[in-house]
């Protein structure tokens, strides 16, 4: 994913369109789709009215981060249902510690910390993650897909190997080998090529040192590929 376009998604702002979050958290009418020139200080505001008892502040600052959150739980857990429980923990989560929301980092990164933590501690603790067998490579049988992962594959200039999962013909055997890399390498990769988040705010949000960060992101996307590079052999 080009650079620019990364630094364009982080500080808050909307990705591209995506896959359906797990439906609405909250009740009422959808916020107008106008957003402020600040996303810090629209936060900031929202917070405020929703700790003085502002239920629309409250639904607002839940639309907004609510299918962000749910897809990247889901690629780090790779359950939909489990995402959607782990979602809905999430913000019961930050809605219960508001008020210790000290706006040393912004509230994205506060949230995304809150759901990333919880669902590393929710992998940890499945077993279905565990046992899934990691000498298996994922398989693709279409012609034309392994034709598209040839060629994607041989491009040196191509993009990042996670970046293969929005191709609609590679999507579920990347999403697979995407699942077979551990929590943390996941977690990393997530964020990084599919979020879109600088390293710094991935050290802040995880609580470790970007040099950690860069080496699980380079064994990360080193596995991915590999495991990539074994379907065509």
């Known amino acids: 994913m080009p650079e620019r376009e990364r630094r364009t998604r982080d500080e808050g702002s909307p990705p591209p369109a995506g896959p359906a979050g797990p439906g609405d958290l909250s009740s009422g009418a959808r916020p107008a789709s106008s957003i402020a020139a600040d996303p810090a200080k629209m936060d900031a505001g929202l917070i405020e009215r929703a700790l003085q008892g502002d239920s629309a502040a409250t639904e607002q600052l839940i639309r907004k981060y609510q299918n962000r959150i749910y897809n990247v739980v889901l690629k780090i857990c790779a359950d939909a249902d489990d995402a959607a429980e782990l979602t809905q923990e999430t913000f019961v989560k930050i809605l219960e510690n508001l008020d210790r929301f000290e706006a040393r980092s912004s509230f994205y990164t506060w949230a995304f910390r809150i759901a990333v933590n919880l669902t590393l501690?929710?992998?940890?603790?499945?077993?279905?993650?565990?046992?899934?067998?990691?000498?298996?490579?994922?398989?693709?049988?279409?012609?034309?897909?392994?034709?598209?992962?040839?060629?994607?594959?041989?491009?040196?200039?191509?993009?990042?190997?996670?970046?293969?999962?929005?191709?609609?013909?590679?999507?579920?055997v990347a999403i697979e080998a995407l699942n077979k890399l551990d929590e943390a390498q996941r977690a990393v990769l997530v964020?990084?090529?599919?979020?879109?988040?600088?390293?710094?705010?991935?050290?802040?949000?995880?609580?470790?040192?970007?040099?950690?960060?860069?080496?699980?992101?380079?064994?990360?996307?080193?596995?991915?590929?590999?495991m990539l590079e074994a379907i065509l052999k």
């Open 191 to 226: 964020l990084r090529d599919i979020e879109g988040m600088s390293y710094a705010r991935i050290a802040e949000t995880l609580s470790i040192e970007i040099g950690t960060v860069r080496s699980r992101l380079s064994r990360a996307r080193a596995r991915l590929r590999e």
């Open 121 to 172: 501690n929710h992998c940890q603790r499945n077993s279905r993650l565990s046992v899934r067998s990691l000498d298996s490579e994922p398989e693709l049988s279409d012609s034309r897909a392994k034709q598209a992962l040839k060629e994607f594959l041989s491009d040196d200039s191509s993009p990042d190997p996670a970046v293969v999962a929005q191709n609609k013909e590679l999507h579920e």
